[in-house]
Structure formats: C-alpha cells, structure tokens
C-alpha cells in the first residue's frame, strides 16, 4: 500500500524553538507538499517542491522554510515557532501536480 | 482573485436523508475538480474528481458530484447518509492558469444515527 508517512502525530513545541516535521513518501512521486489545516480555513499551501532541491513559495510559506535533499524526503522547518503556528500540518505527494494527491495523517503540532 | 466557495461549514442530518453539499469556484478558465473526504482521525482521501467528459461523476461510498459549467459549481450529493459519513468534506479546484490546486474551507458533516 502507497503511503505518505508523517513523522510525528503529535508535537508540543516552546515558542522560539525550531521544529522540523518530517515526510517521507514511498511513490517515487515528484511533486510534494506541505499545507496547515484550521477550522474554517480549508487547507493552505505553505511549500511545494516539484524535484530534489527545488521548492516554491505558497501561500503562506512566512516563517517556515522546506527540505527537500531527497525525492522521497519533504521537511517542514519552523524556524522560531510562534503560538500562531499551532495547527495541523499535512504532507502531501503526487506525480504530476494538482492530480491524485496523497495525503499524510497529519502532525497536530501545539506550540505553548 | 481565484477562490473556491463551500458554503455551509457544518451540516448536520440525520440518517437516510439526502445530502447536497455546494461548492462554486471563481475561474473562467479550463478546471478539473475534486471532493476530498476526511474521517474522524483518518488522512485526506480522494472522493471522486472531474476532468472532462460527463459532468456527472460518481465516486466511493454511493457519492457523486456534478459539474455544471455555467454555475462554476461542482456539488456534491448522495441520495441516503448513513452514520459512517461523518465526516469533513473538502472541494478542490485545479485551475489551468497555474495548476494549483485551490481547496474551499471544507465542510463538517454530523450524521445522527
């Protein structure tokens, strides 16, 4: 079965730590990506990375930055997590992007 | 600027009723369309999508959706909920303009058993 594994399911992080969220797909997909989820808001593109060491801005990429030194491997990094970054992140990959997205379970990540 | 609407954020049926979930977009241009559903503590998974052909399509679960161009909507339907679709419902447009795909806010199903 094809997958799309998140490293944690829950994280609790300080306020200025840096955080990294850590996405792995077994596809061989090129495309990958990295979006919040808030109540009302649906889902955001933060990063997208459409080949190894290559990314591109979303749309709401301030304060993180992205990973990508592997096809299989995507990483989110929180530079200095603030509390407005409290949300539920999804890892996504597909081949030929906007078609068969196959998402994560998600990292609820808490930042106190 | 392109968006894409779903209108109600919750709903809430008892089952055995019908359900009609909407969803508009805000593009001229060439789309394919997408119903992602979310269950309780599952991941995202594709429901059904349109790319061209029959603007009626029908997915997992008994749902189907129709494309209807002059309206810009693709809303989503199943004639009999059962409890298990509890759920979360996401609309997503892809729009030719720059192949991203754009999600609505999502919409919060609450069967009554």
């Known amino acids: 079965d094809v997958k799309v594994t998140q490293s944690s399911r829950y994280l609790v992080k300080r306020t200025g730590e840096k955080v990294f969220l850590e996405c792995v797909q077994d596809?061989?997909?090129?495309?990958m990506f990295w979006y919040r989820q808030d109540p009302g808001l649906g889902l955001r593109l933060i990063y997208f990375s459409y080949d190894v060491k290559m990314k591109e801005k979303g749309d709401i990429p301030e304060g993180y930055s992205v990973s990508r030194e592997k096809k299989e491997r995507f990483s989110l990094i929180l530079e200095s997590a603030s509390t407005n970054q409290t949300s539920m992140y999804l890892c996504?990959?597909?081949?030929?992007?906007?078609?068969?997205?196959?998402f994560g379970s998600g990292t609820r990540l808490t930042v106190v | 600027a392109q968006s894409v609407s779903q209108h109600n954020h919750h709903v809430i049926l008892s089952e055995a009723a019908s359900l009609e979930l909407g969803c508009n977009y805000s593009y001229g241009g060439t789309v394919n369309l997408f119903w992602y559903v979310q269950y309780p503590g599952q991941h995202l998974q594709l429901l059904l999508k349109?790319?061209?052909?029959d603007p009626l399509v029908k997915g997992i679960k008994g749902f189907e959706a129709e494309f209807i161009k002059s309206k810009f909507s693709f809303n989503l339907r199943k004639p009999s909920v059962q409890w298990s679709d509890t759920a979360e419902y996401f609309c997503a447009v892809l729009m030719d303009s720059n192949y991203q795909l754009i999600w609505g806010a999502g919409t919060k199903l609450i069967i009554k058993p």
């Open positions: 996504a990959s597909s081949q030929i992007q906007g078609f068969g997205y196959t």
């Open positions: 596809m061989d997909h090129e495309n």
């Open positions: 349109y790319f061209s052909g």
